[in-house]
């Protein structure tokens, strides 16, 4: 049994329109097919399936503006209501007084202590490395979690082993920084990504492209991130056992879905789960901050 969560940054549930949300414009077979042709919205926030069901979780937390990553991701990976505590919507990095909370009580410190493995497979080039150990880098909220769970991050090295993917799934991003690495297609990142997963009984892969696709507002972006999410998707299910596994979609908060405005939204995520066992995490996770305690309490039982 594995359990296996893409955290898609700014994805949030949107209007039923064409020309703002590309979920609507984008072509999603792999998507489509799990819901038998319905797509989540503002409008069908519940969807259910013999495959999948995906339900809306709240990513305001009770704090009056607009919800943003680093407090977000905060609530997700730790179960900590961030914004209530620090009395508002911080971002991209995590709020200095939060990183205690963030070391002690992150999902990967809290699956290792129930003697569980876990594994963030994204990898980073140098300069990520150079950045973030330099005297103002700030480390984002998920590598800040691995990290603090005593690991290391993933490097160039480890995508050539097998061991890793790059955050575009197709190594492009990393090759136009110098790199020479082999050209992947999502639809093989995703059976990667799910060979990787079955060591674990934890995996995590962080996605930020659709964030940025967002305060870009280009829908041909938008789109495109969208349907190599969707090949990714097709990649994961291909060998995906339905009886034993468990695949999670959650974001921090909604951005991609309305293109009309460069800022992200107050509108709800919707939480996507696959696999036979996903009934504990739909009636679990209701806010952001159910996240970590249902994931842990499912492989702990």
Not at 143 to 149: I, K, V
């Amino acid at each position: 049994m594995a359990v296996l969560m893409i955290f898609w940054d700014g994805v949030g549930y949107g209007r039923e329109d064409a020309s703002s949300n590309p979920f609507f414009s984008a072509k999603l077979p792999t998507f489509n097919a799990l819901f038998g042709g319905s797509m989540p919205s503002l409008k069908r926030r519940r969807l259910a399936s013999s495959f999948a069901t995906t339900t809306p979780v709240n990513t305001t937390l009770g704090v009056e503006g607009l919800p943003q990553s680093g407090t977000g991701q905060t609530a997700i990976f730790t179960g900590v209501n961030a914004p209530k505590i620090i009395g508002k919507h911080f971002g991209p990095h995590p709020f200095t007084t939060l990183i205690p909370m963030i070391k002690e009580r992150n999902i990967f410190v809290e699956l290792e202590r129930r003697k569980k493995t876990s594994y963030f497979v994204n990898a980073f080039p140098q300069r990520y490395f150079d950045f973030i150990n330099s005297p103002r880098g700030k480390t984002p909220t998920v590598a800040f979690s691995y990290l603090s769970a005593g690991r290391r991050l993933n490097t160039i090295e480890d995508i050539v082993a097998g061991k890793a993917l790059s955050a575009d799934f197709t190594n492009e991003g990393l090759n136009s920084f110098g790199c020479a690495l082999p050209i992947l297609s999502p639809h093989q990142a995703g059976k990667r990504f799910y060979e990787i997963g079955n060591s674990f009984d934890f995996t995590l892969f962080e996605y930020f492209f659709s964030d940025k696709a967002g305060h870009f507002q280009k829908m041909k972006t938008a789109v495109d991130v969208l349907e190599k999410m969707d090949s990714f998707l097709s990649g994961i299910l291909e060998s995906f056992n339905h009886d034993e596994d468990i695949l999670i979609f959650i974001s921090d908060h909604g951005n991609l879905e309305d293109l009309s405005t460069k800022s992200h939204t107050r509108n709800p995520v919707p939480l996507i789960v696959v696999g036979k066992k996903r009934k504990h995490f739909s009636d679990n996770i209701k806010k952001l901050t159910d996240v970590t305690p249902t994931i842990v309490s499912f492989l702990s039982k």
